[in-house]
């Protein structure tokens, strides 16, 4: 399996207050990607990063931000959770572009 | 809208036949994935075609892809109860370093 690690797995969080969910990765892979996954939209694009410092914007971004001050971790915040920001959250990497996808085990949050 | 959609949603059938499971997307891509999610789990990549492909062949899986019709299918012979999953399809456009995802079928094998 792929070195990339995801943390917390389970989040129980108020509407309002900040989430920051990090993924680790120990492959020195340089694209990294956050998707939230909910029942009928599958997996959606939230954010990715083409290297450090370096990130854009995927389909569903509002409310989320992400930082990448090294290789190896990719930082999801959610500025002020809402409920809508219940999901399963994934992060993913690959090496080069248009190669597949490692994911890790995903970030099951709770805005309450 | 998704860029690629799967169809069936959900699938049901016996151990021991094939299933099939259909992807279309809507712009040029330059290659197709497909991957696998069992409950509770991430996803694991099964197969990559590229755009130049029309087919290929891993184990017991087959995808096809053709690009004038916009569409692939993933093909799983011989199915076995450890086969039941959500199967996704992911498509990555030939300009940038996004995949995009459908939502997926519900393969059930019924041992």
């Known amino acids: 399996d792929a070195g990339i690690t995801q943390s917390p797995r389970h989040k129980v969080t108020e509407t309002g207050t900040p989430v920051t969910l990090r993924c680790h990765q120990t492959e020195n892979h340089r694209y990294m990607y956050w998707y939230r996954q909910d029942p009928g939209h599958g997996l959606r694009l939230i954010h990715y990063s083409y290297g450090v410092k370096d990130t854009d914007k995927g389909e569903v971004s509002d409310g989320y931000s992400v930082s990448r001050s090294k290789t190896e971790d990719f930082l999801l915040t959610l500025e002020s959770a809402t409920s809508s920001q219940t999901s399963v959250y994934f992060c993913?990497?690959?090496?080069?572009?248009?190669?597949?996808?490692?994911f890790g085990s995903g970030t099951q949050l709770s805005v309450l | 809208s998704q860029q690629g959609e799967e169809d069936p949603q959900a699938l049901s059938i016996q151990e021991g036949e094939n299933a099939t499971m259909n992807c279309s997307y809507k712009?040029?891509?330059?290659?197709l994935q497909w991957y696998r999610q069992n409950s509770g789990r991430g996803l694991v990549h099964l197969i990559l075609i590229r755009s130049n492909e029309r087919e290929k062949h891993s184990g017991r899986l087959r995808v096809t892809l053709d690009t004038s019709k916009k569409s692939s299918s993933l093909l799983i012979t011989a199915s076995r109860a450890a086969d039941t999953a959500s199967y996704f399809c992911?498509?990555?456009?030939?300009?940038?370093?996004?995949?995009?995802f459908g939502e997926g079928t519900q393969l059930t094998v019924n041992p």
């Open positions: 712009t040029s891509i330059n290659n």
């Open positions: 992911a498509t990555a456009l030939a300009s940038g370093s996004r995949l995009t």
């Open positions: 993913a990497i690959r090496g080069a572009v248009n190669e597949k996808l490692f």
